[in-house]
């Protein structure tokens, strides 16, 4: 069966700050990593992906991600944050192949001026 | 235009009344869910539908009855509501089932609290 773990329940920052969210999974076989962005009253929206091939992945908004198999960790990390970024950040998996998605229990990012 | 939206957004209820939840989606996609997150923030998937059809189950208890009357539509029915039960449910579309192809859009969530 599939997990995932995010150890941090909330990251505060200061805005301009780098900050990295940490996601580690378990899995017996391949998977497709994903992370998702929660604004305030909002629905969850898909962030970012690692599906197969570069293990670096980047978003539109200067997020990225990195794949490490050894480590079975897919960390989330920005090097320069804004207050527009304070939201929920889940961490998901899915086995390769299916639909269904395994989620983390989030972290929320805390970005202060 | 909203894609994915859900009725009602807030829902407070007494132990063992019946509610619905409806959620649309105006993508034109064929498949469907239905999430909940509890009050530890753990999101785990219920239900999913593609093309009217149910192909997700996750073991969730036969109270919660899912109901998709076309593509665009799938609604969630709780019989008896049992206090365990208060949580934010998310409905989500995608288009097909093939996660790496076909993001899942999420709708804003209906928070329900039983009483």
């Known amino acids: 069966a599939q997990s995932v773990t995010q150890l941090d329940s909330q990251v505060p920052v200061f805005e301009e700050a780098p900050v990295e969210l940490r996601c580690n999974y378990s899995?017996?076989?391949?998977?497709?990593l994903f992370w998702y962005v929660q604004y305030p009253n909002q629905g969850l929206q898909l962030l970012l992906k690692y599906l197969s091939g570069s293990t670096l992945v980047e978003s539109i908004n200067g997020f990225e991600a990195e794949f490490n198999k050894s480590q079975t960790s897919f960390h989330l990390r920005k090097p320069s944050v804004h207050i527009s970024d304070t939201a929920e950040y889940f961490c998901?998996?899915?086995?390769?192949?299916?639909?269904?998605?395994?989620f983390g229990t989030g972290t929320r990012l805390l970005v202060s001026p | 235009d909203t894609a994915v939206s859900q009725t009602p957004k807030y829902l407070v209820t007494q132990m063992g009344n019946d509610k619905s939840i409806k959620c649309e989606q105006n993508?034109?996609?064929?498949?469907m869910y239905w999430y909940k997150q509890d009050s530890k923030k753990f999101l785990k998937i219920m239900f999913s539908?593609?093309?009217?059809?149910?192909?997700i189950n996750e073991t969730v208890p036969n109270r919660f009855s899912p109901k998709s009357p076309d593509k665009a539509h799938l609604n969630l029915h709780i019989n008896s509501l049992e206090l365990g039960d208060s949580a934010v449910y998310f409905c989500?579309?995608?288009?097909?089932?093939?996660?790496?192809?076909?993001?899942?859009?999420f709708g804003p969530g209906t928070r329900l609290t039983v009483l």
């Open positions: 998901a998996v899915s086995q390769t192949g299916f639909q269904k998605l395994v």
């Open positions: 539908y593609n093309n009217k059809e149910l192909i």
């Open positions: 899995s017996s076989v391949s998977v497709y």
């Open positions: 989500a579309s995608s288009q097909g089932q093939r996660l790496m192809y076909n993001e899942q859009f």
């Open positions: 993508l034109g996609h064929d498949t």
